[in-house]
């Protein structure tokens, strides 16, 4: 069964500093992986994903992650943080195998980022 | 420009009650999901759909319906049968089975 583990459900950063979010999963195909933003009371943004081809994922405002096969990690990461970057963050696998592409979240991380 | 759209975005129902959550999505995508969100649980899947006038149960079904009559719209019925309904439900679609995943932007449900 594929699952995936968000290392932290709370992580806080100064404001220009470095912003890493952990992600593990766990699949016994190869997988389809997403990070997901959320901010209060709002659906869900995509802000990358990874299919398999190139295993550094850039995505929007400035996010990217890097896929390792070897580490079964996904781990979301941004230079430089803004305030504007407070929201909760989800790390999602695809189970594109059986139930119809649903994906499988992790139980999400709250970014705070102080001035 | 393209979307989807949940309505209401707050609903209060009486203990008791069935209620209906709206989805539509003008993507022209096949599969539509519901999911529920609830605070330290991420989100759970409730039904999916890949294709018009067929679905399947999530991870809880119990307690809930769909139906799938049109491409655009894939309806949630919370039923009275469900013993804690109030969550913020998502509704979602995509292209396929592989391929990421659109959101609206959620239908906040209180039972009262």
């Known amino acids: 069964a594929q699952s995936v583990t968000q290392l932290g459900s709370h992580v806080s950063v100064s404001e220009g500093a470095l912003v890493l979010l952990r992600c593990n999963y766990s699949?016994?195909?190869?997988?389809?992986l997403f990070w997901y933003v959320q901010y209060p009371n709002q659906g869900l943004q995509l802000l990358l994903k990874?299919?398999?081809?190139?295993?550094l994922v850039k995505g929007i405002n400035g996010f990217e992650a890097e896929f390792k096969k070897s580490e079964t990690s996904f781990h979301l990461t941004k230079p430089s943080a803004h305030m504007s970057d407070a929201a909760e963050y989800f790390c999602?696998?695809?189970?594109?195998?059986?139930?119809?592409?649903?994906?499988?979240f992790g139980q999400g991380t709250e970014l705070s980022v102080k001035p | 420009d393209g979307g989807i759209t949940q309505s209401p975005k707050y609903l209060f129902r009486k203990e008791g009650q069935n209620v209906t959550l709206s989805c539509e999505q003008n993507?022209?995508?096949?599969?539509m999901y519901w999911y529920r969100q609830d605070p330290g649980q991420g989100l759970r899947l409730i039904y999916y759909?890949?294709?018009?006038?067929?679905?399947q149960k999530g991870d809880i079904a119990e307690g809930y319906s769909v139906s799938r009559e049109k491409k655009e719209s894939f309806p949630l019925t919370v039923t009275s049968a469900q013993k804690n309904p109030t969550a913020f439900y998502l509704c979602?679609?995509?292209?396929?089975?592989?391929?990421?995943?659109?959101f609206g932007q959620g239908t906040r449900l209180t039972v009262v």
């Open positions: 979602a679609s995509s292209i396929d089975r592989t391929t990421e995943a659109f």
């Open positions: 999602a696998v695809s189970d594109y195998y059986n139930q119809g592409g649903k994906l499988i």
């Open positions: 759909s890949q294709i018009v006038n067929d679905f």
């Open positions: 990874y299919t398999s081809a190139a295993t």
């Open positions: 993507l022209n995508h096949d599969a």
């Open positions: 699949s016994s195909v190869p997988p389809y």
